[in-house]
T-cell receptor
């Protein structure tokens, strides 16, 4: 199994509070991604990183920010959580262009 | 128009039958195609990838790619109840950084 660890695995938070999810990899892969998964929508890309301090937006980036200060860590921050951000969040990594993605275990986030 | 489209299902097949899962994509220049399996409550796991037109076989699984028609399919032979899961099609970009775009998934149910 690819060495990808997400933390926390489960979180319940209140509307308006900031939340940070962490993805840690031990594979030294260049690319890292954050997806959210909701019923009927499959996996939707939030943000991705193509190197340390190099990030870009995905299709559903509003309300989220990311940071990557080290190759192995990719952080996703919800600045002010809303109920619409209740979802399962997956981190993924790829080694290069047009290569397969490996996923972390997922984080179930509930915003009440 | 969604970039990657799949029939949401459920696709119900009897044990031992062939299950056929289909996916269409909109980016004509896409170069990489992936099939993932996701059990309920788990993270997606890679089944197969295919880059060239034609068929690619791996055990009971066959991926088929037709770039002219912009579709990719997955055949599962001798379907087993353990194959019951959601199958996600993912397509890589025609250019730029490696951003996989996922379909919403097809739920497969294999009944004894």
């Amino acid at each position: 199994d690819a060495g990808i660890t997400q933390s926390p695995r489960h979180k319940v938070t209140e509307t308006g509070t900031p939340v940070t999810l962490r993805c840690h990899q031990t594979e030294n892969h260049r690319y890292m991604y954050w997806y959210r998964q909701d019923p009927g929508h499959g996996l939707r890309l939030i943000h991705y990183s193509y190197g340390v301090k190099d990030t870009d937006k995905g299709e559903v980036s509003d309300g989220y920010s990311v940071s990557r200060s080290k190759t192995e860590d990719f952080l996703l921050t919800l600045e002010s959580a809303t109920s619409s951000q209740t979802s399962v969040y997956f981190c993924a990594i790829t080694a290069g262009t047009n290569t397969e993605a490996f996923f972390g275990q997922g984080t179930r986030l509930t915003v009440v | 128009q969604k970039e990657v489209e799949q029939n949401s299902g459920p696709l119900s097949v009897p044990e031992g039958a062939i299950a056929s899962l289909n996916c269409t994509y909109s980016d004509r220049g896409s170069q990489s195609f992936f099939w993932y399996r996701q059990y309920s409550g788990k993270s997606p796991e890679l089944i197969m990838f295919i880059y060239s037109n034609g068929d690619k076989e791996d055990g009971r699984f066959t991926a088929q790619l037709n770039k002219a028609s912009q579709y990719v399919s997955l055949l599962i032979r001798d379907s087993q109840p353990s194959d019951s899961a959601t199958y996600l099609c993912a397509v890589g970009p025609s250019s730029g950084y490696n951003k996989l775009i996922f379909g919403a998934g097809t739920r497969l149910a294999v009944h004894p």
